[in-house]
C-alpha cells in the first residue's frame, strides 16, 4: 500500500459530461501529481502541485484543470469530456521541495468515455 | 525537451532467465527510479538511485546510476511469473529540486 488514495476506482460517463477525480497524498508529502496513462502507453505527466500551488505543467488539456486544496488533497476536473479521454488517471505524491524524492503512486481511476 | 529512451520496448522470457533493461539520455541525471506496473494497478517503487556508479539491489533485482550520469540500467535474476508487468524508469534532472521525466516502459512477459 503506498498511502495514496484515489477516488473513485472506476467511472463511466458519457461524452460531453464532466468529472471530478479524486487524490489524498500520503502524510506528510507535500506535492501532488496527475499523470494520465492510455492503453498500453507511457505516463503522460498532466500537472504538479506543491503545497497548494501549481508547480509544473504537462501535457494538460485546456479542457482539464486541477488544484491542490489546504489540507493537501488533490481533484482533477475533466469537462467536455471526448471518447479519447478514456485512460487510467494516477495521482502520486511525494515529499519534493527537501529532494528529489520517489514518486508513490495510487492505484489510479480508470474513466471509461462512451 | 528532456527524454528517456528505454529499452527495450517489451520482452518474452523464459522463467528462469536473466534480464536486462536500460535508460539513456543525452542530458544529465541526479536521481535515478526504477518502477514496476502490474495489471490495473499503480506504479511501485523498486529501486532510487542517488549516486553516479552506485549499485542497489532489491531481492533478484540489481540497478545501477550509470557513472556518467546520462544511463542507469536494471537487471533481473532468474525471473519468476510474478515478475510479469511493464518497468518503467524516471529521472530527476535539474538540481536537488528538479523535473521528473519517465521512460515509456519496458513490458516484460515471463513464459513458465
Known amino acids: 500500500d503506498s498511502g495514496v488514495t484515489q477516488t473513485p476506482k472506476h467511472l463511466i460517463t458519457a461524452t460531453g459530461q464532466r468529472v471530478t477525480l479524486r487524490c489524498s497524498p500520503r502524510?506528510?508529502?507535500?506535492?501532488v501529481y496527475w499523470y494520465q496513462q492510455s492503453l498500453d502507453q507511457g505516463l503522460q505527466f498532466l500537472i504538479q502541485?506543491?503545497?497548494?500551488?501549481?508547480?509544473a505543467k504537462g501535457n494538460i488539456l485546456e479542457r482539464f484543470s486541477a488544484q491542490q486544496f489546504p489540507d493537501l488533497h488533490s481533484e482533477l476536473n475533466l469537462s467536455s469530456l471526448e471518447l479519447g479521454d478514456s485512460a487510467l488517471y494516477f495521482c502520486?505524491?511525494?515529499?519534493?521541495?527537501?529532494?528529489?524524492?520517489?514518486?508513490?503512486f495510487g492505484n489510479g481511476t480508470r474513466l471509461t468515455v462512451t | 525537451g528532456q527524454q528517456l529512451n528505454q529499452s527495450p520496448q517489451s520482452m518474452f522470457i523464459q522463467e528462469g532467465e536473466d534480464v536486462s533493461m536500460n535508460c539513456t539520455s543525452s542530458?544529465?541525471?541526479?536521481?535515478w527510479l526504477w518502477y514496476k506496473q502490474e495489471p490495473g494497478e499503480g506504479p511501485v517503487l523498486l529501486i532510487a538511485?542517488?549516486?553516479?556508479?552506485e549499485l542497489t539491489s532489491n531481492g533478484r533485482l540489481t540497478a545501477q546510476f550509470g557513472i556518467t550520469r546520462k544511463d542507469s540500467f536494471l537487471n533481473i535474476s532468474a525471473s519468476i511469473p510474478s515478475d510479469v508487468g511493464i518497468y518503467f524508469c524516471?529521472?530527476?534532472?535539474?538540481?536537488?529540486?528538479?523535473?521528473?521525466?519517465f521512460g515509456k516502459g519496458t513490458k516484460l512477459s515471463v513464459k513458465p
Open positions: 502520486a505524491s511525494s515529499a519534493w521541495g527537501q529532494e528529489n524524492s520517489p514518486l508513490h
Open positions: 502524510s506528510g508529502d507535500l506535492s
Open positions: 502541485y506543491y503545497n497548494g500551488e501549481e508547480r
Open positions: 542530458s544529465i541525471f541526479n536521481t
Open positions: 538511485l542517488y549516486k553516479a556508479g
Open positions: 524516471a529521472g530527476y534532472y535539474g538540481g536537488s529540486q528538479g523535473n521528473l521525466i
